[in-house]
């Protein structure tokens, strides 16, 4: 489906595919295929039984990949039942999953993949070796317009991919190569649910293809709709309550009903009046509408059944591909791709976060109780107790006519009310992308090629918030005069409607939530030019003791990324959308780079014994970056890599590769400006009674901001969700990598069907673009206090509530933690991956054996939160926290997923076993935030096994039936304070864990 309103996409799509796909329809008789790309992106034979691999750009007879390459064929993503690629890259050991389907509260509308859990931005994804146009300000691709229906096979290139593919591969590529001459019409329908009958899904996909013009010309075109239901986490008995991961015990958001307030006395039980004891600090109390006071104890609220574990889906996907033969050393070929999706996230309604309000003290809505407190609220510079305002002057206050009257009186406190009453907060996030590619190749020599093409994507993903309450609303529905059955708002917005804050649920009328919702839009736009050019083959000549020429590719690239982001004023406006997080800030940005590059093949000896075949490789690739800014900052870089293949003897392969890498800093990270949002804290080192017996963190606390009235009465953020202040940084330069990788190939001959690889990799990033983690930065400064650290800067950078102490709050007025982007970071990992693959025929059938297994032995992150060094290398293979959760999710030491099929003649059969190995909380955490419950201090591993069949009904017709999570294994339950937002949610964490339960999935699909 092609948007009227974007003649640019129109345009596109129109110049190319069309053009073709109308030539397929006109030619009587044509024959059906596919289109061929570029010949540096296929790892398979060619017609002239060449070799091409995914992280290379020469095409060679004797090529042997110097590097891992982890393939998923078109066969498992459709027993894997899959809509989306990144549920079928979520299965691959050594990926760690990123933002997915699984994600809801931190999805912004797209999914990503993470290679060795050091980052999304860290790897590239391309289509048939190409890179398509990102998703959003940090250059990322978004998976779900990878359309799948047309999907070969999916390569997972281990290691730097810098020098073929440019800056971003660090830790390698994700490759989705289409099905090459494709010919007839492939229709696949498919349907699944779960077994508790929610979350359903939905695919259509229609692919054709064909010849004409005799064969010189080729086309295809595949259209494919997908579909996703919610499914809740109420639905769920696990996941119906949320839970303390120190306690067990339930826990939720103090934004909560009834309200609560800042700046209160709690009620003497003795007197029941406002205590007029110093030694009592001053609260943050949650309202008793029974009462009409404000006492210490709150319950808090369960957000888990509003919040979701599949988030609603649905995309509209065109692909199409031609080529035409001009001559017989000439080729044209095109490539078109468009995308609409609708990603929706829904999480728990909106309120007021502890926004800071003025109450009037003759608000009609006002209980006697909690005006007493509010006049009673104050203790002295020297700690002696002083009323706000005396008896008296309380009491004239609450018959004041209004503000003419000389005995009016206001308050000022900080207000957090859940409003339940509006409705959910649902961010529903509209994707629109295009992608163009044409180029023409052809012949210099018989062994010579050359290519040359250009492509011109842009994606726009529109946020539209709904269900948040705006902060000046409520603020002008607090200021009341009137009576109850009469109440007037004072503001002089005449739509207003007065509000009773101080009720149970339900106290704010149908008109009053109309009055306090608002909708609000923010639209991101991306765009990336490419123009490349290549010459590749060989020289026509071989070295002594080889029999194979030496393989060469030189070639030039040329591309340029523009993005920007665009808010409305609400969304502009920190801490005016209740919930929201922080304030999305216009930002503008773009840079472009000038490359040439080249990569040698050299067969060095040939069908000798023990040297069947040794070759090596190199490549480089210099890069002049051009920064779109005032200053114009600009850098260099060069990369380069070595590597080779011995094959020793027939079925003995042995490889490796070293990688000299660069990862150029993105938009984001160049132009966003600093912003205050969210991140995890369950613990504040200055919450509770810990201040007032240590007197060098009081020191601290007030320093950062804490008032002196709230020592003693800090709280931990509510929900763990602590404020933070970040953004980016011009002065940043590229980091640098070494990555390297060694292993062996086995085919043995006395077990015909068998391919076993082991590899070992290790990547280490240098001057990693990076901020510092909420752990790390708290322990800069709490770790080792002094009477000397109310000075430091590590201190005085965290800034706390003005009203409340605490590190939550209006983002206007707290700031929270201070993480400043740099290139301090530092990352190391490593580990061994296997791959195994057999095949036999065993009789009565044909055997089928799949098997991918990753052992990670270290994955290290180092902020070094100060320039002079003294950061902690945190280490977070096998553990859990909320630190270590925060580029991606979970990373266990041993992940495996083995497929074994039976083939029979009309009917397969597949049993799909993944296994993850059991974590912990991780060491530092517990040092830093304290030991979780035992219960949920560890998870032990799990196993997981998926059950297919594909029968062929007829000749054109199979049906595929699967059942994923065959024996319903619940996912572990850690409760809701284990790890970030992001990751952790419904108490467990439903990226790497099955949190729906067993799946049924049926596919239909018609060929001919």
Same mark, same amino acid.
């Given at each position: 489906?092609?948007?009227?309103?974007?003649?640019?996409?129109?345009?596109?799509?129109?110049?190319?595919?069309?053009?073709?796909?109308?030539?397929?329809?006109?030619?009587?008789?044509?024959?059906?295929?596919?289109?061929?790309?570029?010949?540096?992106?296929?790892?398979?034979?060619?017609?002239?039984?060449?070799?091409?691999?995914?992280?290379?750009?020469?095409? /060679?007879?004797?090529?042997?990949?110097?590097?891992?390459?982890?393939?998923?064929?078109?066969?498992?993503?459709?027993?894997?039942?899959?809509?989306?690629?990144?549920?079928?890259?979520?299965?691959?050991? &050594?990926?760690?999953?990123?933002?997915?389907?699984?994600?809801?509260?931190?999805?912004?509308?797209?999914?990503?993949?993470?290679?060795?859990?050091?980052?999304?931005?860290?790897?590239?994804?391309?289509?048939?070796?190409?890179?398509?146009?990102?998703?959003?300000?940090?250059?990322?691709?978004?998976?779900?317009?990878?359309?799948?229906?047309?999907?070969?096979?999916?390569?997972?290139?281990?290691?730097?991919?810098?020098?073929?593919?440019?800056? %971003?591969?660090?830790?390698?590529?994700?490759?989705?190569?289409?099905?090459?001459?494709?010919?007839?019409?492939?229709?696949?329908?498919?349907?699944?649910?779960?077994?508790?009958?929610?979350?359903?899904?939905?695919?259509?996909?229609?692919?054709?293809?064909?010849?004409?013009?005799?064969?010189?010309? /080729?086309?295809?075109?595949?259209?494919?709709?997908?579909?996703?239901?919610?499914?809740?986490?109420?639905?769920?008995?696990?996941?119906?309550?949320?839970?303390?991961?120190?306690?067990? $015990?339930?826990?939720?958001?103090?934004?909560?009903?009834?309200?609560?307030?800042?700046?209160?006395?709690?009620?003497?039980?003795?007197?029941?009046?406002?205590? #007029?004891?110093?030694?009592?600090?001053?609260?943050?109390?949650?309202?008793?509408?029974?009462?009409?006071?404000?006492?210490?104890?709150?319950?808090?609220?369960?957000?888990?059944?509003?919040?979701?574990?599949?988030?609603? =889906?649905?995309?509209?996907?065109?692909?199409?591909?031609?080529?035409?033969?001009?001559?017989?050393?000439?080729?044209?070929?095109?490539?078109?791709?468009?995308?609409?999706?609708?990603?929706?996230?829904?999480?728990?309604?909106?309120?007021?976060?502890?926004?800071?309000?003025?109450?009037?003290?003759?608000?009609?809505?006002?209980?006697?109780?909690?005006?007493?407190?509010?006049?009673?609220?104050?203790?002295?510079?020297?700690?002696?107790?002083?009323?706000?305002?005396?008896?008296?002057?309380?009491?004239?206050?609450?018959?004041?006519?209004?503000?003419?009257?000389?005995?009016?009186?206001?308050?000022?406190?900080?207000?957090?009310?859940? #409003?339940?009453?509006?409705?959910?907060?649902?961010?529903?996030?509209?994707?629109?992308?295009?992608?163009?590619?044409?180029?023409?190749?052809?012949?210099?020599?018989?062994?010579? @090629?050359?290519?040359?093409?250009? +492509?011109?994507?842009?994606?726009?993903?529109?946020?539209?918030?709904?269900?948040?309450?705006?902060?000046?609303?409520?603020?002008?529905?607090?200021?009341?005069?009137?009576?109850?059955?009469?109440?007037?708002?004072?503001?002089?917005?005449?739509?207003?409607?007065?509000?009773?804050? =101080?009720?149970?649920?339900?106290?704010?009328?149908?008109?009053?939530?109309? *009055?306090?919702?608002?909708?609000?839009?923010?639209?991101?736009?991306?765009?990336?030019?490419?123009?490349? &050019?290549?010459?590749?083959?060989?020289?026509?000549?071989?070295?002594?003791?080889?029999?194979?020429?030496?393989?060469?590719?030189?070639?030039?690239?040329?591309?340029? *990324?523009?993005?920007?982001?665009?808010?409305?004023?609400?969304?502009?406006?920190?801490?005016?959308?209740?919930?929201?997080?922080?304030?999305?800030?216009?930002?503008?940005?773009?840079?472009?780079?000038?490359?040439?590059?080249?990569?040698?093949?050299?067969?060095?000896?040939?069908?000798?014994?023990?040297?069947?075949?040794?070759?090596?490789?190199?490549?480089?690739?210099?890069?002049?970056?051009?920064?779109?800014?005032?200053?114009?900052?600009?850098?260099?870089?060069?990369?380069?890599?070595?590597?080779?293949?011995?094959?020793?003897?027939?079925?003995?392969?042995?490889?490796?590769?070293?990688?000299? $890498?660069?990862?150029?800093?993105?938009?984001?990270?160049?132009?966003?400006?600093?912003?205050?949002?969210?991140?995890?804290?369950?613990?504040?080192?200055?919450?509770?009674?810990?201040?007032?017996?240590?007197?060098?963190?009081?020191?601290?606390?007030?320093?950062?901001?804490?008032?002196?009235?709230?020592?003693?009465?800090?709280?931990?953020?509510?929900?763990?969700?602590?404020?933070?202040?970040?953004?980016?940084?011009?002065?940043?330069?590229?980091?640098?990598?070494?990555?390297?990788?060694?292993?062996?190939?086995?085919?043995?001959?006395?077990?015909?069907?068998?391919?076993?690889?082991?590899?070992?990799?290790?990547?280490?990033?240098?001057?990693?673009?990076?901020?510092?983690?909420?752990?790390?930065?708290?322990?800069?400064?709490?770790?080792?206090?002094?009477?000397?650290?109310?000075?430091?800067?590590?201190?005085?950078?965290?800034?706390?509530?003005?009203?409340?102490?605490?590190?939550?709050?209006?983002?206007?007025?707290?700031?929270?933690?201070?993480?400043?982007?740099?290139?301090?970071?530092?990352?190391?990992?490593?580990?061994?991956?296997?791959?195994?693959?057999?095949?036999?025929?065993?009789?009565?059938?044909?055997?089928?054996?799949?098997?991918?297994?990753?052992?990670?032995?270290?994955?290290?992150?180092? $902020?070094?939160?100060?320039?002079?060094?003294?950061?902690? +290398?945190?280490?977070?293979?096998?553990?859990?926290?909320?630190?270590?959760?925060?580029?991606?999710?979970?990373?266990?030491?041993?992940?495996?997923?083995?497929?074994?099929?039976?083939?029979?003649? %009309?009917?397969?059969?597949?049993?799909?076993?993944?296994?993850?190995?059991?974590?912990?909380?991780?060491?530092?955490?517990?040092?830093?935030?304290?030991?979780?419950?035992? $219960?949920?201090?560890?998870?032990?591993?799990? @196993?997981?096994?998926?059950?297919?069949?594909?029968?062929?009904?007829?000749?054109?017709?199979?049906?595929?039936?699967?059942?994923?999570?065959?024996?319903?294994?619940?996912?572990?339950?850690?409760?809701?304070?284990?790890?970030?937002?992001?990751?952790?949610?419904?108490?467990?964490?439903?990226?790497?864990?099955?949190?729906?339960?067993?799946?049924?999935?049926?596919?239909?699909?018609?060929?001919?």
């Amino acid at each position: 489906m092609i948007s009227a309103k974007s003649s640019l996409n129109r345009a596109a799509l129109k110049g190319g595919v069309a053009t073709f796909v109308i030539a397929i329809l006109a030619i009587p008789g044509a024959a059906l295929a596919q289109a061929v790309p570029t010949p540096e992106t296929v790892a398979t034979t060619t017609d002239e039984g060449t070799i091409v691999v995914t992280g290379s750009l020469i095409r /060679n007879p004797n090529l042997i990949s110097a590097a891992p390459v982890t393939v998923t064929t078109a066969d498992t993503i459709q027993l894997r039942a899959s809509n989306v690629a990144e549920e079928v890259l979520r299965d691959i050991p &050594g990926v760690v999953p990123s933002i997915g389907s699984a994600v809801n509260n931190g999805n912004g509308g797209a999914s990503f993949v993470d290679l060795r859990g050091i980052g999304s931005t860290r790897n590239i994804v391309l289509l048939d070796g190409n890179r398509i146009a990102p998703a959003g300000i940090a250059g990322r691709v978004d998976l779900n317009n990878i359309p799948l229906a047309l999907v070969e096979r999916v390569d997972a290139l281990t290691g730097a991919a810098v020098t073929t593919y440019g800056a %971003d591969a660090i830790s390698g590529v994700v490759n989705f190569v289409t099905k090459q001459d494709f010919s007839g019409v492939d229709l696949q329908l498919g349907t699944g649910l779960t077994e508790a009958g929610d979350g359903a899904t939905y695919r259509a996909d229609l692919t054709v293809g064909g010849n004409f013009d005799e064969g010189r010309g /080729n086309a295809v075109l595949s259209v494919g709709y997908q579909k996703a239901d919610p499914v809740y986490q109420g639905a769920r008995d696990f996941s119906i309550f949320g839970r303390s991961t120190y306690t067990g $015990a339930p826990s939720g958001s103090g934004t909560a009903i009834p309200s609560r307030f800042t700046g209160l006395r709690p009620i003497d039980p003795v007197t029941g009046l406002p205590s #007029t004891n110093p030694a009592v600090a001053n609260g943050n109390l949650q309202l008793d509408p029974a009462t009409g006071t404000a006492r210490g104890l709150y319950a808090p609220f369960n957000f888990n059944p509003y919040n979701i574990f599949q988030t609603p =889906f649905e995309r509209f996907n065109i692909y199409g591909a031609a080529k035409y033969d001009v001559s017989d050393s000439l080729q044209f070929y095109t490539r078109g791709l468009f995308s609409k999706n609708n990603v929706k996230t829904i999480i728990a309604p909106s309120g007021a976060f502890g926004t800071p309000v003025t109450i009037n003290l003759n608000n009609p809505f006002l209980p006697a109780g909690l005006r007493n407190q509010f006049c009673a609220a104050n203790v002295g510079a020297a700690g002696t107790y002083q009323a706000r305002f005396t008896p008296a002057q309380c009491a004239a206050a609450a018959v004041a006519t209004g503000p003419t009257d000389p005995n009016y009186r206001t308050v000022d406190t900080a207000l957090a009310r859940r #409003t339940t009453e509006v409705g959910p907060r649902i961010s529903d996030y509209s994707t629109t992308l295009f992608d163009y590619r044409a180029g023409l190749k052809g012949k210099v020599t018989d062994s010579v @090629d050359w290519d040359l093409s250009g +492509s011109y994507g842009e994606s726009e993903n529109r946020q539209t918030l709904q269900g948040y309450v705006l902060a000046s609303k409520v603020r002008n529905t607090l200021l009341v005069n009137g009576t109850a059955a009469n109440p007037v708002c004072q503001t002089a917005d005449k739509t207003c409607v007065p509000i009773n804050y =101080f009720g149970p649920a339900g106290s704010i009328s149908q008109a009053g939530a109309a *009055y306090i919702n608002g909708e609000s839009t923010t639209t991101v736009k991306t765009s990336l030019a490419q123009v490349r &050019g290549i010459v590749s083959g060989d020289v026509g000549v071989a070295i002594p003791g080889a029999t194979d020429a030496i393989g060469f590719a030189i070639g030039g690239e040329y591309r340029k *990324y523009k993005a920007q982001q665009r808010s409305d004023s609400l969304a502009k406006t920190a801490g005016e959308l209740g919930g929201a997080g922080g304030a999305a800030p216009d930002i503008t940005g773009g840079y472009e780079v000038k490359e040439v590059y080249g990569e040698l093949i050299v067969p060095l000896i040939q069908d000798k014994p023990f040297f069947e075949n040794l070759t090596l490789e190199g490549g480089a690739r210099y890069s002049d970056y051009k920064v779109d800014a005032p200053t114009e900052p600009a850098y260099n870089t060069f990369t380069w890599k070595a590597g080779g293949t011995w094959e020793m003897v027939q079925g003995l392969k042995l490889r490796g590769n070293y990688s000299r $890498a660069v990862r150029a800093p993105n938009i984001g990270e160049l132009f966003s400006p600093q912003n205050t949002g969210l991140t995890n804290l369950s613990n504040d080192p200055c919450a509770g009674a810990a201040p007032v017996a240590n007197a060098n963190l009081r020191a601290v606390c007030l320093a950062q901001g804490a008032p002196s009235t709230s020592i003693g009465g800090i709280l931990n953020p509510t929900a763990g969700q602590a404020n933070a202040t970040a953004g980016g940084n011009l002065e940043l330069q590229p980091e640098t990598a070494n990555t390297w990788t060694v292993g062996a190939v086995f085919q043995p001959t006395f077990a015909p069907g068998l391919a076993l690889t082991v590899d070992y990799y290790n990547i280490t990033v240098k001057d990693a673009v990076s901020n510092p983690l909420p752990g790390d930065a708290v322990a800069a400064c709490f770790g080792n206090l002094s009477a000397a650290s109310a000075a430091s800067p590590a201190c005085l950078a965290i800034r706390r509530n003005p009203a409340t102490g605490g590190l939550d709050g209006d983002p206007s007025t707290t700031p929270g933690l201070f993480l400043a982007s740099s290139n301090l970071g530092r990352i190391e990992t490593d580990g061994i991956d296997v791959t195994l693959n057999y095949s036999n025929d065993i009789g009565f059938a044909k055997l089928g054996i799949t098997g991918n297994f990753n052992y990670t032995f270290h994955s290290m992150f180092n $902020a070094d939160v100060t320039a002079a060094g003294g950061g902690v +290398s945190r280490e977070c293979v096998g553990f859990y926290s909320v630190n270590c959760s925060f580029t991606g999710s979970l990373q266990p030491k041993w992940q495996s997923s083995l497929r074994t099929t039976l083939g029979f003649n %009309d009917f397969d059969i597949s049993l799909l076993w993944r296994h993850i190995d059991g974590l912990e909380q991780e060491p530092l955490d517990v040092v830093e935030q304290g030991s979780y419950l035992p $219960a949920y201090s560890k998870i032990k591993a799990y @196993d997981y096994f998926d059950l297919s069949g594909r029968v062929s009904v007829m000749e054109n017709l199979s049906l595929v039936l699967t059942v994923t999570n065959l024996l319903n294994k619940q996912p572990p339950v850690v409760g809701s304070n284990a790890g970030s937002t992001t990751f952790n949610s419904g108490n467990t964490y439903p990226s790497t864990y099955d949190a729906l339960g067993r799946r049924y999935a049926m596919q239909v699909n018609l060929k001919f």
